[in-house]
C-alpha cells in the first residue's frame, strides 16, 4: 500500500482497486482503516526479528507517516481510485 502515497507508482494501487467489483460504501470507507491495520502490524511484528529495537525504530519511521497520510489526505485518494 505503500505504493498509495507515491505519485510515481499511484497507478499502481489505482489498477490494484480498479481489480476489484464495485466496492460498498461501508467498504470505501473503511478501506483506509484497514490499510492503516496493515501498516501497523509491520510495526507490532519488529518484536520478532533478532535485533527488535533497530527493526521497531525502523518500522515507526516509515509506516508512521504512511498511516497518518492513508488516515488524513489518503481517504480521498482511495476514495477517488474506487470511482465513488
Not at 4 to 23: I, M, P, V
Not at 33 to 57: G, Q
Amino acid at each position: 500500500w505503500a505504493i498509495l502515497s507515491n505519485k510515481d507508482t499511484y497507478y499502481l494501487g489505482e489498477g490494484f482497486l480498479q481489480g476489484y467489483n464495485e466496492l460498498t460504501y461501508e467498504e470505501k470507507n473503511i478501506l483506509p482503516i484497514a490499510i492503516a491495520r496493515a501498516s501497523l502490524f509491520f510495526i507490532c511484528t519488529a518484536s520478532f526479528i533478532s535485533n527488535p529495537v533497530i527493526e521497531l525504530r525502523d518500522q515507526v519511521l516509515k509506516q508512521e507517516p504512511f498511516i497518518n497520510w492513508v488516515l488524513s489526505k489518503g481517504k480521498e485518494e482511495i476514495k477517488k481510485m474506487c470511482k465513488m
